[in-house]
């Protein structure tokens, strides 16, 4: 019996190991794709090495996009689970009642181009600034000099309550847009850079497509491990290989845990009464966010069918109104996120002079670890590297641009409603608004300040008012 059981793992151990050793799954370039007729496209390249270079993962698990996946997870980028957020929370109340969150981490350096960098960063489904890879990158990001604003997505930061029925979406961009917003008031001097994870990548892009106006407030964007067309994911998603079906049954886990700690304001009376078709039986008993969404997002938000929802909140269809530069990277070996679904950005980026598709053959979902040890990745991950990179030298290569938007693009951040821009005193003192309006004070220090202010607006990026209809998404 034991003889048995070690010869077939020896067995097992032999076939892993060659596996990892065969030539197909080694060490590659990234594969690029992008308009060859760009010279914008190429400049950029040029100055982003790393792309240059075969991308080297660990070789015991990093050949493996389902260990890649479950160690951005657990592990970060680095060794980020005792560092503590050198940053403040800001939260603030729209006009249908919804408090929104984000957090502000301040370069810890100056950058070596002497500029004010500011990433405005869109976290994965049910994700937010504690996720552990959002601090890895944040950490990375202040030692190279930049400024980053993390969005907290709705009803996920169980300290910041939720005060409306409305919580977060695959393509919804309220929440972003705000954040966007206030940070264009707060810092009018800084050169702004969309960055969205997973579905925080489909948000950001939605939102860049929704608006020319958008496309002028940012330098560049970065998608990392989006899906792009949900309802092309839709039957992928239940598929068991790449254990995709059980990767839905956790997130599908995790997101009624937010349900049922947000039940008593997401189920009232009041939300029942206004949407009878709510079946809460059904919603708790969803193995799949699928469910969820047909059996209470798509009610809440006043969408006849799953399926309008989807289109409407989908990237694929927004591609092509955008025309700043825009990086979309993606890994082969995506366990969520399989090849099939990136044939629309492959053809975007081929046929639009400032796009570039990125696809490597290994990285996981949201993994990219590198090094050449058998085991240990290095400290800083291959994605962190890259989107510096980018952002570098897109930021050098801005004259040469040959967008539509390029002789108005990126302006010096500034306040939408035409009052002065919000200054940040040093240390904790009190953030004073250029419109009259109290000081927002930080917290005691332990743990992130916290401001707060009741801000009631309509979006001026979005030219809309935060309501519940369709053609108004909450979310």
Not at 96 to 122: M, N, Q, R
Not at 199 to 208: A, P, Q, Y
Not at 211 to 225: M, N, P, R, T, W
Not at 437 to 450: E, S
Request: glycine share 8%; proline share 5%; aromatic share 10%.
């Amino acid at each position: 019996m034991y003889l048995e059981i070690l010869l077939v793992s020896t067995a097992t151990l032999i076939w892993w190991f060659r596996s990892l050793l065969r030539e197909e799954n080694g060490p590659k370039l990234p594969q690029l794709i992008f308009k060859e007729e760009s010279r914008f496209t190429k400049e950029i390249l040029d100055k982003v090495t790393i792309l240059q270079e075969k991308y080297v993962t660990p070789l015991l698990w990093g050949r493996n996009g389902q260990w890649q996946t479950l160690a951005y997870g657990i592990l970060g980028h680095r060794k980020s689970s005792r560092w503590r957020a050198k940053g403040y929370r800001e939260t603030f109340q729209c006009m249908d009642g919804a408090t929104i969150s984000f957090d502000v981490f301040e370069p810890i350096v100056k950058h070596s181009s002497g500029a004010d960098l500011t990433f405005l960063i869109c976290p994965g489904i049910a994700n937010s600034c504690e996720s552990v890879y959002i601090r890895s990158f944040v950490q990375n990001a202040q030692n190279c000099g930049f400024r980053c604003y993390v969005l907290n997505h709705l009803g996920v930061v169980a300290s910041v309550k939720l005060t409306s029925a409305r919580l977060f979406s695959y393509g919804g961009t309220a929440e972003f847009a705000a954040m966007v917003d206030c940070a264009l008031r707060q810092h009018p001097s800084s050169r702004a850079i969309a960055l969205g994870f997973s579905m925080g990548g489909n948000v950001i892009t939605c939102w860049l497509g929704e608006s020319k106006e958008h496309q002028k407030k940012v330098l560049c964007a970065i998608s990392v491990c989006q899906g792009y067309d949900i309802i092309r994911s839709r039957p992928v998603l239940l598929q068991w290989a790449g254990l995709r079906r059980a990767y839905m049954f956790s997130m599908a886990r995790n997101m009624k845990r937010i349900l049922a700690r947000n039940r008593d304001i997401l189920f009232s009376p009041e939300v029942l009464t206004r949407h009878p078709e709510i079946d809460i039986k059904a919603v708790f008993g969803a193995t799949t966010l699928l469910e969820i969404d047909e059996y209470y997002t798509r009610v809440l938000k006043g969408y006849s069918s799953v399926d309008e929802m989807y289109v409407a909140e989908s990237s694929a269809h927004k591609l092509r109104e955008i025309h700043i530069p825009i990086m979309f990277v993606n890994a082969l070996d995506d366990p969520i996120v399989p090849e099939e679904l990136l044939d629309c950005v492959k053809d975007y980026a081929s046929t639009h002079d400032n796009a570039i598709a990125v696809i490597t053959q290994h990285g996981g979902h949201l993994g990219f670890f590198e090094g050449d040890s058998y085991l240990i990745p290095k400290p800083v991950s291959w994605l962190c590297r890259l989107v510096i990179q980018y952002t570098e030298s897109v930021l050098t290569n801005e004259p040469q641009r040959s967008d539509k938007l390029a002789n108005g693009h990126a302006a010096p951040m500034h306040r939408g409603d035409g009052a002065a821009p919000m200054h940040r005193g040093d240390g904790a003192a009190p953030m004073h608004r250029g419109d009259g309006a109290a000081p927002m004070h930080r917290g005691d220090g332990d743990g992130p300040a916290v401001r707060s202010a009741k801000l009631l607006f309509t979006s001026p990026a979005a030219g809309r008012n935060f309501s519940d209809t369709p053609e108004n998404p909450l979310d």
